[in-house]
Nanobody, 116 residues
Framework: VQLVESGGGLVQAGGSLRLSCAAS????????MGWYRRAPGKQRELVAG????????NYGDTVKGRFTISRDNAKNTMYLQMNSLKPEDTAVYYC??????????WGQGTQVTVSS
């Protein structure tokens, strides 16, 4: 499985962005996917996760009510809709997938910068 993120960029506080994570390869073996982020000088943190069928999601406390994770299995793509962005949301955002055959797979990351 290979993962490629897109959709990052520069946005003003209060604005919105939508990140995409496109999966390719043996996507049939993916059980769940998620978004993580790492801000400068901070540890990587969970942003949101979703099961393969999309029936279950979970969010980090700092993004609840502002971010929404979703996936379109027909397109092998996962999304992260980010609303009401804050400067503290500035980070590199990574998607990952739990693959039953190879374990956890990571994308290369996409930069999100929120200006005040």
């Amino acid at each position: 499985v290979q993962l490629v993120e897109s959709g990052g960029g520069l946005v003003q506080a209060g604005g919105s962005l939508r990140l995409s994570c496109a999966a390719s390869g043996s996507t049939f073996s993916i059980k769940g996917m998620g978004w993580y982020r790492r801000a400068p000088g901070k540890q990587r943190e969970l942003v949101a996760g979703i099961t393969y069928g999309g029936e279950s999601t979970n969010y980090g406390d700092t993004v609840k009510g502002r971010f929404t994770i979703s996936r379109d299995n027909a397109k092998n793509t996962m999304y992260l809709q980010m609303n009401s962005l804050k400067p503290e949301d500035t980070a590199v955002y990574y998607c990952n997938a739990l693959d039953q055959q190879v374990g956890i797979v990571w994308g290369q990351g996409t930069q999100v910068t929120v200006s005040s």
